[in-house]
């Protein structure tokens, strides 16, 4: 299994990192630019204000350096407004690499995967061999049960015992019941280990049910 480096993944979020501290600057840049803007535009007014009152001429430097500001301005938002189109056109040249690293982290996962099904495998072949083997024991149970207690039962007046009523592992129960657990797997406990991660309680207070 080989080591996964994401080169394109990496050099992706880099591109979107570096598109983000751009626009931030920017955006800041901007709102410094308006704020030099207002107050250079009521500058402006009111050295217009000052020209007429006291019969002078405005200052044109005031107008020029409004205008370089508004131009600035401009050229700011010109390209913020480019981030967002040079982001998606680099991020559309690397789809077809994203989609075939992500491939690849798939495939080397699968080897850790694969030994992992292999236990389960192993593990639920040895369960039902261990079912079918309890079902082999426990017909013999019964027919030596019958042969040995059937016609003495009646003999001495015996109520009969049906025999298939004891050992009896309850393969169709649905969940654990105090007093009646079963070795078998019970859909609940599969939820318990799947679903929340953990063994089911009455398999860790029965965990020693059946030891001689």
């Not at 626009?23 to 500058?43: C, P, S």
């Not at 009111?46 to 205008?67: C, H, M, Q, T, Y």
């Not at 079963?182 to 063994?199: F, Q």
Request: proline content about 2%.
């Amino acid at each position: 299994m080989g080591l996964f480096k994401g080169d394109t993944i990496k050099k992706v979020n880099k591109l979107i990192d570096n598109a983000e501290k751009r626009r931030e600057k920017l955006q800041g840049k901007l709102v410094q630019l308006q704020e030099d803007a207002n107050f250079l535009y009521q500058e402006k007014q009111d050295d217009f204000s000052r020209a007429v009152i006291e019969g002078g001429e405005p200052n044109k430097k005031l107008s020029s350096d409004l205008e370089k500001v508004r131009i600035e301005m401009q050229d700011v938002q010109e390209q913020l407004s480019l981030i967002d189109g040079a982001v998606k056109h680099e991020l559309e040249k690397a789809k077809a690499d994203v989609d075939k690293e992500r491939m690849q982290f798939i495939a080397d996962k699968g080897e850790g995967f694969k030994e992992l099904f292999d236990r389960m495998n192993k593990a639920k072949i040895e369960y039902l061999e261990t079912a079918i083997e309890y079902k082999k024991i426990h017909a013999e149970f019964d027919r030596e049960y019958w042969r040995t207690f059937r016609d003495i039962e009646q003999r001495v007046g015996l109520r009969g015992i049906d025999p298939r009523e004891h050992h009896k592992v309850m393969f169709t129960q649905r969940h654990q019941v105090d007093g009646r657990y079963t070795p078998a797997l019970t859909p609940d406990e599969h939820r318990d280990a799947y679903m929340e991660g953990k063994i089911n309680y009455q398999i860790e207070k029965n965990k020693d049910a059946f030891k001689k």
